[in-house]
């Protein structure tokens, strides 16, 4: 099947394309979308707008659209925790925070050994209550995206932010830029994509698969997994079946289990980041560099983070 939102690349496509189903933009005007989440208690989607410092919320009941938080320290990735608490990659603050119950924001991780993060980037929080996040530098390569600084650390890392003493471990040491991050539905393997090619030319444009120890709190093995065709695989999520829904330079690439590029949702802007939600699960929102998109498919969901 074939629709002017959908191209199918492998038969196995073909079950998650509904019929007469159409890409729809629920709102344009932004500089640069990226981590959007969707709240199921509040029936919305927030999502960061980060060059111009805000973060944006799509009402579900009504299709209106607000300015959830400006300043916002140039907020980028979004997730929710066990709570239903969300969870922001603060470029500006140079921080993973928390928003508690009552509004207050409480920073969760701001250094490693002792050293500035650089731009944490994107998050996820696995079912133990760990928080997992990536920390290029895109954050501080220039004032665009939040505030010009060298890297205290030096390197562009993954860690895991333990639930209950808060403390800070590096999970992965071996990427150039790492970006999005999802756990397989399993939580057998950690997803994490590479967008070095921005830095380094010939770099890492893909996503790596990683195994998780059986303590669930270390990696091992990151294996080159899929390769991004178009552009770069930035953030992605994953459906009950396994599938990686991820951003890339021409829409949001379907990815099978065995890591073969069944399909595509095609979206005419390059696309950052995509979060599941509706009542159902079964609508991807999708940031689309001005703009946030949405599209039903016939799936659901790993997860509401
Ligand atoms: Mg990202």
């Known amino acids: 099947m074939q629709t ?6 492998d038969p196995r496509f073909g079950r998650y394309a509904l019929g007469n189903v159409h890409l729809e933009r629920l709102y344009t005007g932004c500089r640069w ?8 208690a509040g029936r919305y989607v927030v999502w960061s707008d980060i060059p111009n410092n805000r973060v944006m919320r799509w009402d579900e ?8 938080m400006q300043p916002a320290f140039h907020s980028n990735g979004h997730t929710l925790d066990r709570q239903g608490r969300l969870i922001s990659c603060e470029h500006g603050g140079r921080c993973v925070s928390r928003v508690e119950h009552d509004g207050r924001r409480t920073v969760l991780a701001d250094r490693f050994e002792g050293r500035r993060l650089n731009s944490p980037n994107d998050v996820v929080v696995k079912s133990d209550g760990s928080i997992w996040f990536t920390d290029p530098t895109y954050g501080i390569d220039s004032d665009y995206e939040g505030d010009a600084a060298e890297s205290e650390i030096g390197a562009s890392q993954v860690y895991r932010i333990d639930p209950d003493k808060l403390a800070v471990t590096c999970v992965i040491d071996d990427m150039v830029r790492p970006n999005g991050l999802a756990f397989s539905p399993d939580e ?3 997803y994490v994509a590479d967008t070095g090619a921005s830095h380094v030319p010939n770099g890492p444009r893909h996503l790596r698969r990683y195994t998780l120890d059986a303590s669930g709190r270390s990696v091992r093995d990151g294996e080159l997994w899929a390769t991004a065709t178009v552009g770069l695989f930035d953030g992605f999520r994953c459906d009950v079946d396994g599938n990686v829904w991820a951003g890339a330079g021409d829409g949001v690439h379907c990815i099978a289990p065995d890591g073969t590029l069944i399909g595509k949702i095609l979206v005419p802007e390059v696309v950052a980041n995509v979060c599941w939600g509706g009542p159902k699960r079964n609508r991807l929102f999708i940031c689309g560099t001005t703009s946030l998109y949405a599209i039903y498919l016939r799936t659901t969901g790993a997860s509401w983070i």
């Open 61 to 68: 009941t009504d299709g209106s659209v607000s300015v959830f």
């Open 188 to 190: 057998q393997w950690l």
């Open 33 to 40: 979308s990226e981590g959007p989440t969707y709240v199921p």
């Open 4 to 9: 002017p939102s959908f191209e199918t690349l």
